[in-house]
Every structure is written in structure tokens, then in C-alpha cells.
């Protein structure tokens, strides 16, 4: 297999991004946790503002900070875990294994929706109880709430991986497989796909080589059972390991141990490979165009729907809903362009 070695995850972990990187940690490790209460906390919060008899302007304020605060530690936490992920597994030393790190971003996300579904509730929930009745605002909760939920359930499963000295086992949205070692194809190309030498930052997958697809195993709904995907984890590290393993087996029974993580880490500190391409100057243009018509669309569809239909109807809700949507398009799409123009500018 080619000799290439995944290049460093940029400098060492300063005192600052340290911080942040162990406090997103501790939410993905505890994110079924949070987001439990999180959303126990939201359904308590509307059902007390309902009964109220006036209007719950402080609730709806609390809610409104809450998806701030939300939105702002997910875009931080966001940029950390994808410009400062250490270059190393977890290591599972009670299940012989190494795991790839879980993503933490989704977890404030999933609570940003939330705080906005159950702002969305409170207003519409309070009118109703009070005698104006629209039922299409149950119609519009239904739809919103089902898809925010059905993404609160992909982000607590989570995408990872884990190597053991049996092979690979790799979490999927909606099932999990199984990859012997003796399933994989001893040499050949990377395990990456094919259009490009090497998996992009953003992309958290490979594309494994199998020579025996037969002993592939797999449950729940898995259209490729060769395609493995993890997060946060530097892909070209993941890939670097899965081809150690498949082409050494004798290294494979120090799979879950600390010396058997350090051997891999100092066998696979060579040079570095060669960066990907910066972005376009049309892709960074793009974006920054994407950013200000998304956010000008937002405001629009805001705007509107409070000169006609007003706030307090269906067709107000899901317009609010559409305009932070939109909102919060605008903002990844000026991140990107931001991120893309820093790209460009750095020495090559």
C-alpha cells in the first residue's frame, strides 16, 4: 500500500482550544443525556407557559437566549473539532478497542431546534389556550417537530468507528457493520474513494477495499457495507490506521492499548502529505453571495409575514421557523467563505 502519512492536525492544542476540545468531548460522551433533559426541559417550559394567563414574554425570552447561546458554543465547539481534532483514537482499554472521537456541534444544534420548536409552541400553545384556535398550527408543530426529532435520534446514535483485533466495527445512521480483517484487501489502493487521493477535511468516510465481501456483517438498514463513517477524527489518519492493520496482523493484538496506540502513532508520524488545493476564488465568491442573499431572505420572509399574515397564525409560524433556517444557512455560509478566503491567503 502507499506509503503516505496523514499530515499533523495543525500545532498543539493551546490552553484555550484544550479547554474547549475537553468540554466538547464531555458533551458527546454524555450527549443521550443532555438531550434528554433538554428536551424534557422544553416540553416542561411549554406546558407551564400555556397555563399561564398572561403571555409568557419571559419564557419565550429564556427560550430565545437559550438558542442564542445554542448556536454561538455549536459554532465554536463546531470550528474546534474540525480545525484542532487531535491526531489519535479513543482508547477503549475494557473493550479492546480503538474509537474514532464523537462530534459534539450536532449536540448544540439539536438544542438550538429545539428552543426554537418550543418557542414556536409556546406563542402558538398560549393562543390556543386562550381561545384563538388555529388548527393549523398543530398541522405546522407536526411538521417541524417530526423532522427535529428524527435528527435529535441520528445525533445521539452517532457516526464512529472502532478497530479491534477482530477488524472493524463502524456505526452507521441506521445500522452498524462488521469488517473482518480477513475481509479487507491486503495492498492495493488507500481506503479512501476513488475520485480523490485523499479523503477532504469535511469528508468523515472511506471507502474500504474488501477482497471478501462475503464476510461482511451487518445489521439494521446498510446500503454500503463498505463505506465506514466516523466524526471529528482527521480522516487521513483513520485511513492510515485501517491500512496499518489490514497489511500487519501481527500489530492488531495491541488493538485497545496505550502502547499499542503510541507504536501506531510514532509508526505513522512520517511526512507529511501534500494539503488539498485551497477554495476557488469563484467557490469563496459564492459563498459570500450565498451568505448575504440567505440572510436578506430571511429577513424578507420575516418582514412579510408580519405585515400580512402576522405571527400568530400557521402560516406565522412556519415562516419564523423559515427565517431562522434561513438565518442560521447565512451563517454557514459566511463561516465557509470566511474559511475559504483564510485558505487562500495562507503560505502554500
Known amino acids: 500500500m502507499p506509503t503516505d502519512r496523514p499530515r499533523p492536525a495543525g500545532p498543539p492544542l493551546t490552553y484555550p482550544f484544550a479547554v474547549i476540545w475537553s468540554f466538547a ?22 406546558t407551564d407557559a400555556v397555563r399561564r394567563p398572561n403571555e409568557p414574554v419571559e419564557s419565550l425570552a429564556a427560550l430565545g437566549a437559550v438558542a442564542a447561546l445554542a448556536l454561538v458554543a455549536g459554532a465554536v465547539v463546531g470550528a474546534v473539532e474540525r480545525w ?26 439539536v438544542i438550538f431546534l429545539l428552543a426554537a420548536l ?33 435528527f435529535a435520534t441520528l445525533v445521539t446514535r452517532g457516526l464512529g468507528i472502532a478497530l479491534t483485533p477482530e477488524g472493524v466495527r ?29 479523503p477532504a477535511p469535511a469528508e468523515y468516510r472511506l471507502d474500504l477495499v474488501l477482497a471478501d465481501p462475503g464476510r461482511v456483517t451487518r445489521r439494521g438498514l446498510v446500503r454500503r457495507p463498505d463505506r465506514i463513517a466516523f466524526e471529528v477524527t482527521p480522516p ?53 453571495a450565498g451568505a448575504v442573499l440567505t440572510f436578506v431572505a430571511a429577513v424578507t420572509v420575516e418582514t412579510a409575514a408580519d405585515l400580512t399574515v402576522g405571527r400568530h397564525s400557521a402560516l ?18 459566511l463561516v465557509g467563505a470566511v474559511r475559504g478566503l483564510r485558505a487562500r491567503r495562507m503560505p502554500r
Open 84 to 109: 484542532r481534532a487531535p491526531v489519535r483514537f479513543e482508547i477503549d482499554s475494557a473493550g479492546g478497542a480503538f474509537r474514532t472521537a464523537r462530534a459534539a456541534a450536532g449536540v448544540f444544534l
Open 316 to 333: 406565522g409560524y412556519a415562516a419564523e421557523f423559515g427565517g431562522q433556517l434561513l438565518g442560521l444557512g447565512s451563517l454557514s455560509c
Open 118 to 150: 418550543a418557542f414556536f409552541a409556546e406563542v402558538g400553545g398560549w393562543s390556543w389556550a386562550h381561545g384563538d384556535r388555529d388548527g393549523g398550527w398543530v398541522v405546522v408543530m407536526a411538521v417541524i417537530g417530526v423532522p427535529v426529532l428524527l
Open 25 to 46: 468531548a464531555a458533551v458527546a460522551r454524555y450527549r443521550r443525556r443532555i438531550l434528554i433533559a433538554a428536551l424534557v426541559i422544553s416540553a416542561l417550559a411549554v
Open 170 to 198: 463502524a456505526d452507521r445512521e441506521t445500522g452498524r457493520v462488521f469488517i473482518p480483517w480477513s475481509a479487507l484487501a491486503p495492498a492495493g489502493d488507500p481506503p479512501v474513494p476513488a475520485d480523490q487521493p485523499r
Open 236 to 288: 487521513a489518519f483513520v485511513a492510515a490506521a485501517v491500512r496499518h492493520y489490514a497489511d500487519h496482523p501481527a500489530e492488531r493484538a495491541t488493538i485497545g492499548t496505550e502502547a499499542g496506540h503510541r507504536r501506531l502513532l510514532a509508526l505513522l508520524d512520517g511526512p507529511a502529505v501534500p494539503a488539498e488545493p485551497p477554495p476557488t476564488r469563484r467557490r469563496v465568491g459564492a459563498l459570500a
